[in-house]
């Protein structure tokens, strides 16, 4: 462990590309061997507007990254946050708990609440707005939401304490789970439920992409299913039954479009589907 966090700790940027465009790349060729869904789409052309996005993110955290660093060497500095209040730990102990912490903050708090601010919803549109999707809606998040996820993971880095090495850790593997969770692979159904237990699994995350609610406000989680379950906003549905997009804005046409989707937030929307409790399966 001792070697990851060294490693970690100075990861050069270039090796950050490589574990995004990697995973990019492996999911994209996966989804070809292993389809969970036949598209009835040009694979490139849909992608583009994603990687456009994806892009954006990059820029964005890249510009905001001194603030992590000032913010993960002051709670070191300082010996501040949750992980550094408790009981001396083994150091596995201490980055594993510092990376759970921080999908907490970083990916489900922030999830959650973006699904429950009006605002903060019209932004987070954009990512559910994808008809068909797949490893590239990954990273299909507004310039303004890669700004809000940004601000939940410096919140989260600062109350749990931790420092630079794992937040980058934390960073690499919530790239790879998201990618995992988004692309279109087909695992099978038990095998894809015994994860679940213990981390998102694709279909417990593409009952998140359903089309209308409640199905669309659960599974907030990106690496540890843990969350959705201890707070109650874990939902299945069986992957036959998916149906990808949101029902508030249906234009596939215009919903592949940059210039469209970077105007989407600010524009009004018919009101949303709720399935009945009793047709919930």
Known sequence: MESIINYFETIPSLHRGLILSGGITFFWLLEGAFPLFKFNYKKWQHALPNLFFTLTTIFINFGLAFLL??????VKVNDFGIINWLPEMSLWLYVLLGVFLLDFFGAYLAHYVEHKIKP??????????????DTTTANRHHPLESVIRFVFTLFGVF?????IAIVFLYQSLS??????????????KKLDKLLSFIIVSPDMHKTHH???LPY??????NIFSIWDRLFGTYMELDRDKLIYGVDVFP?????GNIKELLKQPFQKYQKPTIIPEKDIL
């Open 216 to 221: 669309t406000d659960s599974n907030y989680g």
């Open 159 to 163: 109350v749990v304490g931790t420092p």
């Open 120 to 133: 903060l919803w019209m932004i987070h549109l954009v990512h559910h707005t994808d008809h068909n999707v």
């Open 175 to 188: 790239i790879v789970f998201t990618q995992l969770t988004h692309a279109n692979i087909k695992l099978p």
């Open 210 to 212: 359903h089309y209308v």
């Open 69 to 74: 660093l000032q913010t993960a060497d002051w």
């Open 251 to 255: 234009d596939e046409i215009k919903n």
